[in-house]
């Protein structure tokens, strides 16, 4: 059995164990009997026009075949007929493919045969017709339209041979000096003056007189020339290196460079005046923006130190960076530093970046950390909240491990390198743990000012009164009717009318029990007192005050117990109630 018919028939098995498989997944699927009917009848589909294409391609392939047949049979007869060849016998027994093959590649040799043969007459014509010219002989019998045979062309060969070892005899030394001479005044931009230079470069080389004295005067005009010339080269090359430096001090675009590319290699009498002016323009222009240029190298300069993280130290060690005398010198200067703070950027391009990422993140770090303390936060309806903390958390893991993962790096580089990674003049853990110390230590400032707040706020409350709050369901002990209820007279301190300050029990939840237990009615009628929390509180500067609000509190107390005694309704202060 042919391999053919093997594949034919693994490709069947295969198709059939593929359908089995796509049975088998629609059965665990779970798909109907009549989403699978479509899905069987969508591979069929696909398989048949697969195979219909296919078929389509190799008929097509066998109609190409029959064709180029036909059309390199043709062709191979007339080939033969031209190079005078005898017909070509094809080899019986074969296959299409391989007759339409052994056809095609005998005509491609007899036609590349056949160029070739067309191309040495051309070029054998062509040489002869020149030798012609300058020796003055008949050209040699051969029809240039026809094919020639071999013996042909080796026939014409020897003849061209003989010719030409002539004609290179008298013409070699001429020849050679002619395109030297030729180089040269193109080089100087300089046109044939005089006759003799004119019958050099105008005049046909082959009808040149080719006497010793003219042999003679072409070495001395040559001598002349090539002088000159190297003359032109020395002083261009002086101009260009002067050009190059100037465009690198000035920063001259790269587009204007390359308009003027041309000029920065030719040595010619045009070429030199264009540099000569380009040197003027360029140093006019150097001595007007020397500050510019020096400024603008300042410029990147402050974005290297940053980007290097460089500490106040290490920028004022580059002193000619403050230097207000702009000379050449201090250009010069200026132009090596950015070169040195460039490749030490480059050196150390991962850990620089590696620090930029953590600044970020920290900066990041801090802003959700701010606004944590912003009370408005909480009025938002589209989910920063969540979103804000969540961003938080990631960010607070995050951390640590950039953190260690640059450590890692640091010490790799340290330990190749000999000497310590700093940044911003120190070590970049030592940074770290800075930055993570004043936000703790912040953190604890902002923690012990709203405790010193809260403390203020209870002394204001002692001196000038607060609100009492009463839960609205509480009763006082014999009371039976709970639909009538009895307000507390207003009692406020001596001399002042400020109203109370509402809310100060939500303000200040930490000291929830110290605020509360102030002047809130008990069980058994009573009233609980409280001491100022503040340890360093003066009780001389309130002690009046104090008298006076303990007072106003006991007329009130025997007031709601007599009252109870003869009313059965609770007493209920106001909100707005203060002592």
Not at 149 to 155: A, F, T
Request: glycine share 4%; aromatic share 6%.
């Amino acid at each position: 059995m042919r391999k053919s018919e093997v594949l034919a028939a693994e490709s069947v098995a295969c198709l059939n164990k593929a359908l089995c498989h796509l049975k088998d997944i629609w059965e665990e699927i779970g798909i109907p009997e009549d989403q699978r009917l479509q899905r069987t009848n969508v591979v069929k589909n696909h398989i048949k026009g697969l195979l219909d294409m296919m078929i389509t391609e190799e008929e097509s392939l066998r109609t190409r075949l029959l064709s180029s047949i036909k059309s390199c049979r043709k062709q191979l007869d007339t080939l033969c007929l031209e190079l005078q060849l005898p017909p070509f016998e094809e080899e019986r027994g074969v296959t299409m493919l391989q007759q339409e093959k052994e056809i095609r590649t005998q005509v491609e040799v007899l036609v590349k045969e056949r160029t070739q043969r067309m191309q040495q007459l051309k070029a054998l014509t062509e040489r002869d017709q020149d030798l012609c010219d300058t020796l003055c002989s008949d050209p040699y019998a051969l029809d240039p339209n026809a094919v020639p045979s071999l013996e042909q062309l080796d026939g014409f060969r020897q003849h061209i041979a003989s010719q030409t070892t002539e004609k290179e005899r008298r013409h070699a030394e001429f020849v050679g000096i002619k395109r030297q001479i030729i180089l040269c005044m193109d080089d100087l931009d300089q046109l044939p003056e005089t006759s003799f230079e004119k019958d050099i470069v105008c005049e046909d080389q082959e009808a040149f007189c080719l006497s010793k004295d003219n042999i003679a005067s072409l070495k001395l005009l040559l001598g002349e020339l090539e002088e000159r010339k190297a003359e032109n080269q020395a002083v261009c090359e002086a101009h260009r290196e002067k050009i190059q430096e100037l465009w690198d001090r000035l920063q001259v675009p790269q587009e204007e460079r390359e308009l003027f590319s041309e000029h920065m290699v030719a040595s010619k009498k045009k070429n030199l005046d264009a540099l000569e002016a380009e040197g003027r323009r360029l140093m006019e222009l150097k001595r007007l923006s020397m500050r510019n240029v020096t400024e603008a190298i300042r410029s990147e300069i402050a974005v290297l130190w940053e980007k290097c993280f460089f500490s106040s130290d290490q920028q004022q060690a580059f002193v000619p960076y403050f230097s207000n005398d702009f000379t050449e010198e201090l250009l010069g200067l200026h132009e090596a530093e950015i070169l040195r703070l460039k490749q030490h950027y480059e050196e150390h391009k991962e850990l620089f970046e590696g620090v930029h990422r953590w600044e970020e993140s920290w900066r990041l770090f801090l802003e959700l950390e701010e606004k944590a303390t912003d009370p408005s936060r909480f009025t938002n309806r589209g989910g920063n909240l969540l979103k804000e903390e969540k961003q938080k958390a990631e960010l607070h893991k995050s951390l640590p491990k950039l953190e260690k993962k640059l450590k890692a790096q640091i010490d790799v580089w340290e330990q190749g390198q000999a000497r310590e990674f700093l940044v911003n003049g120190q070590k970049f853990l030592q940074f770290v743990e800075e930055q993570w110390e004043l936000h703790r230590i912040k953190k604890e400032n902002e923690k012990l000012e709203r405790q010193l707040k809260k403390s203020k706020q209870i002394e204001v409350d002692m001196l000038y009164g607060t609100a009492v709050r009463t839960p609205t369901k509480r009763r006082f002990l014999g009371t039976t009717t709970p639909s009538k209820t009895r307000k507390v007279p207003s009692v406020r301190t001596p001399g002042r009318s400020k109203p109370p300050l509402a809310g100060l029990q939500e303000r200040n939840k930490e000291n929830m029990g110290l605020v509360t237990g102030l002047g809130v009615p008990l069980q058994s009628g009573g009233f609980k007192t409280l001491a100022s929390p503040q340890h360093n509180f003066s009780i001389n500067s309130v002690a009046s005050t104090y008298s006076e609000f303990a007072t106003g509190l006991i007329n009130t107390v025997i007031e709601s117990v007599q009252s109870s005694e003869t009313s059965p309704r609770p007493l209920t202060p106001r909100a707005s109630q203060t002592y």
